[in-house]
């Protein structure tokens, strides 16, 4: 387009450009104005701000990848997963007590599901439906029926396993060894006593008055031993405690761990449990002793297997069981410890 005759460069006239237009260009021509010199500083913070959380970001990553490389563990992924997982039981026990049943059932069923196929894979025979079937009766049972009649459940799913395993080896007339049948029996059952059993307790003690709390609590001290030892280990790990079984492992992520114990079990039962806090001592060193064994436990199962994980469904922290290799064998202590205290703070 060409400028008009007479007009100026560009075809724009002086005298049509607004009034307040024109102020705002003189205003911010002047060199001390307040409002220039407040809009400078604002964009030098802003791009301050922006390189130091650019910076942060990438120290974090950093710190990540050498996590992961000590580990194999994605910390970001494991920290969003494991809030996740933590609402939900914290959402369960505190306003919808029974919900937490299906919480459990979902959990249990879901372990064994990824156990059966672990040791599929290794050259067992496990057969999976008997197993979801046991598993489910032995766990919803544990709520809903008197403890007595929880072993009469227990000892009919562990029948049905059985009987299961023997008549379908005799169906497939494939000349397995009698060993390796018997050592097919022995884990189909070592399944359901070692997952279904031990979830069975803790829905035992979600079933007593304030049980939910019990719940809650000794779930608390079991993740906080897990961190302490999880933290430890990362800082100042140099010692391994079971290198064999477990090479992550180092006594100083011990260490850590017994600190985190004693001082989530004195928390937890002073404000939440209402027990002495000798009382809360207890509570944490034996759930220190079972998770720990539970965690070493399961570690020594998967390297027997050859696997580093159960499963991948949980990215950060490998599969359901490996969440609950800690959690399920403090189940134990913590029923245990409710029949005990609970009747010398009552009295």
Not at 15 to 33: F, I, K, M, T, Y
């Amino acid at each position: 387009m060409t400028d008009e005759p007479g007009g100026p460069p560009g075809g724009t006239d002086p005298q049509q450009v607004p009034p307040l237009r024109r102020a705002d260009a003189r205003r911010s021509a002047e060199p001390g104005d307040p409002a220039v010199a407040f809009q400078t500083h604002l964009r030098a913070a802003r791009t301050e701000f922006e390189s130091q959380v650019a910076h942060a970001k990438a120290e974090f990553e950093e710190a990540n990848e050498r996590i992961k490389a000590r580990t194999g563990r994605d910390l970001i992924v494991a920290i969003l997963i494991g809030l996740a997982i933590g609402a939900v039981v914290l959402g369960s026990l505190l306003f919808v007590k029974w919900a937490f049943v299906l919480f459990g059932l979902a959990a249990a069923l879901t372990a064994i599901f990824e156990f059966s196929r672990a040791l599929s894979a290794s050259g067992r025979r496990v057969d999976l439906a008997p197993q979801l079937i046991a598993g489910a009766g032995v766990v919803v049972s544990a709520y809903f029926l008197d403890a007595a009649l929880l072993w009469v459940v227990l000892f009919v799913a562990l029948a049905l396993v059985v009987v299961w395993r023997l008549v379908a080896q005799m169906a497939a007339h494939d000349g397995r060894t009698y060993g390796t049948v018997l050592g097919d029996v022995l884990v189909g059952a070592f399944i359901q006593l070692y997952v279904s059993l031990l979830a069975a307790v803790c829905l035992v003690l979600l079933s007593q008055d304030r049980g939910e709390w019990w719940v809650l609590g000794f779930i608390i001290i079991t993740v906080a031993v897990d961190t302490g030892a999880y933290v430890a280990g990362i800082t100042i790990g140099r010692h391994q405690m079971a290198p064999r079984i477990s090479p992550n492992k180092t006594w100083e992520g011990f260490a850590g761990a017994t600190v985190a114990a004693v001082a989530a079990g004195v928390l937890v039962g002073l404000y939440m449990l209402g027990l002495d806090w000798w009382m809360g001592v207890v509570l944490g060193l034996l759930i220190l002793g079972t998770a720990t064994v539970g965690d070493l436990g399961e570690s020594m199962i998967k390297r027997d297997l050859g696997i580093k994980d159960m499963s991948s469904w949980l990215p950060g922290h490998g599969g359901v069981l490996d969440r609950l290799d800690s959690v399920l064998p403090s189940a134990v202590v913590a029923l245990t410890l409710y029949y005990l205290f609970t009747p010398l703070v009552a009295s």
